[in-house]
């Protein structure tokens, strides 16, 4: 999402005029897009922006500005009064964000305000990098499910959901510049709903319209809330070949006592048994989740609970986090974070211990396999080799060169080793 945003503002600013350059050191505004999720986010853009300052020494003119989620949250403008920023812009703000930089000529200014209805509909972001084969369109924003460890309700705002013609015109233009696969973004895709004058438009229903509107392109999405994963949407999954057979799912915990406390709305039972319709409904399809150890409370046996609930999901893949206590949640106002520092890295050394045997299992089950593979570029570790990534979202290396399989292309092959990361094989 912060990435897409990058580019949403890259964009903005183009429009007016702005130009980029090569390095820090030759810019006279430099902005630095911010994730307040955990703790060490926040701190690596202090260190950032520590580190900018010497800039100032050779440029007295020189706008430092964070925009993003840090803005909503940055403690009485702390960084603003020592001189460090001179402006700050929240995620609703981003097309006041040429207003702020100029005023910031003669004063500090913040626009943090969150909006109810903005969505950026009218703005088609440019690629800020080299267009690769695949990209990001933002579909909604902000989320209201108010997960009791979560910023994001408080930097993000409310749920809005872009209309569909504006996605369409996006997706078009990356086409246009040559993607191949798409990744629709949101907090949590499956709030979509957009209605106009005829009806409304759900995510399943997004989703079937434009898998079905461009059928040369393949679709993914990312993050699906489980309380509202519906069977409806897995049907859609089913009858499309070009929606990816992968499900990011993050569960947070196996217990339902921890669940309940972190406000998720699901329990143990049901996601375990979202997990049985995915697999029913979409043989091979792969999932994977987000975990955190060490909430508030967490016990023992909770942890229990989480590692049989990722051996029973057979997750491919897991992004695992430390609790982080963030000022003005519903945990931080009302628990105790009375797991230790040290217990909680312990449990979490040992939930990726067990991802890592999981992944390569799930990798050693594919051995033998074939697997179309969307061809993404040239291997980094090797020139020989080419990369690219199955519908299950595995990252597959295989001997070949760009000539005959040009990036966008699609190559059959067949899986004769793996580690946990990465699958690899031959064209057949
Ligand atoms: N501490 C640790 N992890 C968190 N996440 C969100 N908030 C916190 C927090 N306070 C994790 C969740 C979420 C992912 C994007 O970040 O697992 O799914
Ligand atoms: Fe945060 Fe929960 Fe919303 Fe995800 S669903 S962004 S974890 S509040």
């Given at each position: 999402?912060?990435?897409?945003?990058?580019?949403?503002?890259?964009?903005i600013?183009?429009?007016?005029?702005?130009?980029?350059?090569?390095?820090?050191?030759?810019?006279?505004?430099?902005?630095?897009?911010?994730?307040?999720?955990?703790?060490?986010?926040?701190?690596?853009?202090?260190?950032?922006?520590s580190?900018?300052?010497h800039?100032?020494k050779?440029?007295?003119?020189?706008?430092?500005?964070?925009?993003?989620?840090?803005?909503?949250?940055?403690?009485?403008e702390?960084?603003?009064?020592?001189?460090?920023?001179?402006?700050?812009?929240?995620?609703?703000?981003?097309?006041?964000i040429?207003?702020?930089i100029?005023?910031?000529?003669?004063?500090?200014?913040?626009?943090?305000?969150?909006?109810?209805?903005?969505?950026?509909?009218?703005?088609?972001?440019?690629k800020?990098?080299?267009?690769?084969?695949?990209?990001?369109?933002?579909?909604?924003?902000?989320?209201?499910?108010?997960?009791?460890?979560?910023?994001?309700?408080?930097?993000?705002?409310?749920?809005?959901?872009r209309?569909?013609?504006?996605i369409?015109?996006?997706?078009?233009s990356?086409?246009?510049?040559g993607?191949?696969?798409i990744?629709?973004?949101?907090q949590?895709?499956?709030s979509?709903?957009f209605?106009?004058?005829?009806?409304?438009?759900?995510?399943?229903?997004?989703?079937?319209?434009?898998?079905g509107?461009?059928p040369?392109?393949?679709?993914?999405?990312?993050?699906?809330h489980p309380?509202d994963?519906?069977d409806?949407?897995l049907h859609?999954m089913?009858?499309?070949?070009?929606i990816?057979?992968?499900?990011?799912?993050?569960?947070?915990?196996?217990?339902?006592?921890?669940?309940?406390?972190?406000n998720?709305?699901?329990?143990?039972?049901?996601?375990?048994q979202r997990?049985d319709?995915?697999?029913?409904?979409?043989?091979?399809?792969t999932?994977?989740?987000?975990i955190?150890?060490?909430?508030?409370?967490?016990?023992?046996?909770?942890?229990?609970?989480?590692?049989?609930?990722?051996?029973?999901a057979?997750?491919?893949?897991?992004?695992?986090?430390?609790?982080?206590?963030?000022?003005g949640?519903?945990?931080?106002?009302?628990?105790?974070?009375?797991?230790?520092?040290e217990?909680k890295?312990?449990?979490?050394t040992?939930?990726?211990?067990?991802?890592?045997?999981?992944?390569?299992?799930?990798?050693?089950r594919?051995?033998?396999?074939?697997?179309?593979?969307?061809?993404?570029?040239?291997?980094?570790?090797?020139?020989?080799?080419?990369?690219?990534?199955?519908?299950?979202?595995k990252?597959?290396?295989?001997?070949?060169?760009?000539?005959?399989?040009?990036?966008?292309?699609?190559?059959k092959?067949?899986?004769d080793?793996?580690?946990?990361?990465?699958?690899?094989?031959?064209?057949?």
């Open positions: 999402m912060n990435f897409s945003d990058s580019e949403l503002i890259a964009t600013l183009t429009k007016q005029n702005f130009q980029f350059v090569d390095s820090a050191d030759q810019a006279e505004v430099i902005l630095i897009n911010t994730c307040s999720i955990r703790d060490n986010a926040e701190q690596r853009i202090y260190k950032r922006v580190e900018l300052q800039l100032r050779k440029n007295k003119q020189l706008k430092i500005g964070i925009v993003g989620c840090m803005s909503e949250r940055i403690d009485d702390k960084m603003i009064e020592e001189g460090k920023i001179n402006f700050l812009v929240g995620p609703d703000s981003y097309k006041n040429s207003n702020v100029f005023q910031s000529e003669n004063e500090r200014v913040t626009d943090v305000l969150l909006s109810h209805t903005e969505t950026y509909e009218d703005i088609v972001p440019e800020l990098i080299e267009q690769g084969i695949s990209a990001f369109v933002a579909i909604m924003r902000g989320c209201e499910n108010f997960c009791a460890y979560c910023v994001v309700p408080y930097t993000r705002g409310k749920e809005r959901s209309p569909p013609e504006s369409i015109l996006e997706i078009q990356h086409i246009d510049k993607v191949a696969e990744t629709l973004l949101g949590n895709v499956n979509y709903q209605s106009n004058n005829l009806k409304i438009i759900t995510f399943p229903l997004l989703l079937d319209e434009l898998a509107f461009f040369h392109v393949r679709f993914r999405f990312a993050t699906s309380k994963l519906s409806e949407l859609i089913a009858k499309h070949q070009n990816c057979k992968s499900i990011h799912l993050p569960m947070q915990s196996g217990s339902s006592a921890v669940l309940h406390r972190m998720r709305k699901y329990s143990r039972e049901w996601y375990l997990i319709s995915i697999y029913e409904i979409l043989p091979g399809c999932i994977s989740t987000d955190i150890t060490g909430f508030c409370g967490e016990t023992h046996e909770d942890h229990l609970e989480t590692i049989s609930a990722m051996k029973y057979n997750f491919f893949h897991a992004f695992m986090f430390k609790y982080s206590e963030r000022k949640t519903a945990a931080a106002k009302t628990m105790d974070d009375d797991v230790s520092e217990v890295s312990e449990r979490l040992e939930i990726i211990a067990i991802q890592t045997q999981l992944s390569k299992k799930h990798n050693e594919d051995i033998g396999q074939v697997f179309e593979v969307l061809v993404e570029g040239v291997s980094k570790r090797n020139d020989l080799e080419l990369m690219g990534r199955t519908t299950g979202n990252v597959v290396i295989f001997e070949g060169d760009l000539k005959m399989y040009p990036p966008g292309s699609y190559a092959v067949k899986i080793e793996c580690s946990s990361a990465t699958l690899k094989g031959c064209v057949v």
